[in-house]
Nanobody, 113 residues
């Protein structure tokens, strides 16, 4: 199983970014997919998740600003991030559990104030 994340970058506060994660080697449509983020010195934090059936959940701090979605035909899970704030800065990882944990390589998101 491989998870390949992309789409990070540098953006000003109030801006938007879209992250994408492509999965391979797994039956994508049957697995929940999640995004986490981590800043140096802090624990990795769960940000958003989407079930195989399309049900979504978010950490309170990103509700109404982030949207997670999936395309089972393309084996992708996206995270649309809007109204970004400096505290959203971090390395974002896609994650799934299929008999064991799988993490993508991470993509850096930096929000300047």
């Amino acid at each position: 199983v491989q998870l390949q994340a992309s789409g990070g970058g540098l953006v000003q506060a109030g801006g938007s970014l879209r992250l994408s994660c492509v999965a391979s080697g797994m039956i994508f449509s049957t697995n929940s997919m999640n995004w986490y983020r981590q800043v140096p010195g802090k624990q990795r934090e769960w940000v958003a998740g989407i079930t195989s059936g399309g049900r979504t959940n978010y950490v309170d701090s990103v509700k109404d600003r982030f949207t997670i979605s999936r395309d089972n035909a393309k084996n992708t899970v996206d995270l649309q991030m809007s109204r970004l704030q400096p505290e959203d800065t971090g390395v974002y990882y896609c994650y799934s559990f299929a008999r064991r944990e799988y993490w993508g390589q991470g993509t850096q998101v930096t929000v300047s104030s």
